[in-house]
């Protein structure tokens, strides 16, 4: 079992820096193909393709609100590993496209790759006491609390917010999107055990 508080500052750094890049890029790769995702990240990219606004910047406020709860339930080092996550991941968003380009990616690959890399990264930054704020720290609260898998109760919202995005989004876009968020929830299902490590 691994405890976040025994993690180095150095471990602690390395940790949240690549579940961030990780996210980042799978987040390019979302805004690229148009995709949406559950989640912060899918109520997040719904505001700003209908509405034109900033995606980073849209997932930078929408978070925000809850790292009060956060900070209320999980005490101060995860709610200032959260906001470091948060800010960080917003801004890397924001420059990641002048960075890195993209000319063609098969739906089907670009799904499993973004689904994996939320996977990922979701992992790394929560292994070190951290998360990527939002709806999140409810199902990390939910999960620590009851044992209930913090995987299947994403996968439950998600279909909530997939069966919205019906209406907003293409069909064929909205399937491949689908098959994404399959993929980042089940990763965190199989991996994201209590008895293996504790989030706090």
Request: aromatic share 12%; with cysteine; hydrophobic share 60%.
């Given at each position: 079992m691994t405890d976040p508080h025994q993690h180095s500052l150095i471990e602690?750094?390395?940790?949240?820096?690549?579940?961030?890049?990780?996210?980042?890029?799978?987040?390019?790769?979302?805004?690229?193909?148009?995709?949406?995702?559950?989640?912060?990240?899918?109520v997040a990219a719904l505001i700003a393709y209908t509405t034109g606004w900033s995606f980073p910047l849209v997932y930078f406020g929408i978070s925000l609100p809850f790292l009060w709860l956060g900070y209320r339930r999980m005490g101060w080092r995860f709610a200032a590993k959260t906001f470091v996550a948060v800010a960080a991941l917003s801004l890397l968003t924001a420059v990641?496209?002048?960075w890195l380009s993209f000319d063609h990616i098969s739906p089907?690959?670009?799904?499993?790759?973004?689904?994996?890399?939320?996977?990922?990264?979701?992992l790394s930054v929560v292994r070190h006491g951290g998360s990527f704020g939002g709806i999140s720290i409810l199902w990390l609260i939910l999960q620590d609390r009851t044992g209930f898998q913090a995987g299947y109760a994403q996968l439950i919202f998600d279909a909530a917010l997939f069966a919205l995005s019906f209406w907003l989004i293409d069909w064929h876009v909205l399937g491949w999107s689908f098959l994404g968020a399959v993929v980042f929830n089940?990763?965190?299902?199989?991996?994201?055990?209590?008895?293996?490590y504790i989030a706090t």
């Open positions: 602690d750094a390395q940790g949240l820096a690549f579940g961030i890049c990780m996210a980042a890029v799978g987040m390019h790769i979302l805004t690229f193909m148009g995709f949406v995702a559950g989640q912060t990240t899918g990641l496209p002048q089907a690959f670009a799904a499993i790759l973004f689904g994996g890399l939320f996977g990922i990264a979701a089940l990763f965190l299902a199989v991996n994201h055990r209590r008895d293996r």
